[in-house]
């Protein structure tokens, strides 16, 4: 079933001698539950174009529908509601709160949205990210591997209806990169979230269903793994 809708999409930065056009009416779909790797060069607009479908970067032109809802047809505050709560979105750095301990770090989208903290999704969370342990300490008491665990928690949260890692294990060694992804794909498998992954590693994008390549701001190819 078609969930997410990407249609013509465009994003041009600046004006004149300094335009550059990062997408360049770039169309796709990806069905509800999918694991999809978008991969390309530096500067290829794979960052971009998921940052459009998270709704943080506003396109310049075509439509993204998510669940057959126009994402930009909203008012501020209505896409930053849909942000919080259907949008899991994963950077490459952590972004953690360094005065906040793992449970806060977690929990702070619910809290941010004013709403009661499910605490049985919570330690369902905690086991499946294996930080029970972890769980009081701070950022800077945690390995890389770990602050990245809780990022993913964070994003995991609010049950979103799709997740979006931008080159999550960049900043990681081969092996916290390896356990990053067998949690990401564990969760896209237990919680039937679509999942979109940005990568430049060709090992990890052969890990998802579809591999979609960009290049100059345009989808070039798409495989079935």
Do not use: W
């Not at 709560?85 to 449970?103: A, D, S």
């Not at 794909?185 to 979230?193: F, V, W």
């Amino acid at each position: 079933m078609e969930f997410l809708k990407v249609e013509n999409l465009c994003k041009v930065y600046g004006k004149g001698d300094n335009r550059v056009t990062a997408l360049d009416h770039v169309s796709l779909t990806v069905e509800k539950g999918e694991f999809v790797a978008i991969i390309g060069a530096s500067g290829s607009g794979k960052s971009t174009l998921l940052h459009a479908i998270a709704g943080v970067d506003v396109p310049t032109g075509g439509k993204i529908y998510l669940d057959g809802q126009d994402v930009y047809e909203r008012s501020s505050e209505e896409l930053a509601i849909f942000r919080r709560r259907q949008v899991g979105l994963i950077y490459q750095f952590n972004n953690l709160i360094p005065t906040l301990n793992v449970v806060e770090n977690i929990t702070l989208p619910v809290l941010m949205d004013r709403r009661k903290v499910n605490r049985e999704r919570l330690s369902e969370l905690l086991e499946l990210l294996g930080l029970e342990d972890r769980k009081h300490h701070l950022p800077g008491q945690l390995s890389g591997g770990q602050q990245q665990r809780v990022a993913i928690g964070r994003a995991l949260m609010n049950a979103p209806a799709v997740m979006l890692a931008d080159e999550p294990t960049g900043a990681l060694d081969s092996r916290n990169g390896r356990e990053i992804i067998r949690l990401l794909k564990e969760s896209n498998q237990k919680y039937r979230q679509t999942l979109l992954l940005v990568t430049h590693d060709e090992n990890i994008a052969l890990q998802a269903r579809r591999i979609i390549t960009v290049g100059d701001g345009k989808v070039v190819r798409e495989v079935r793994t």
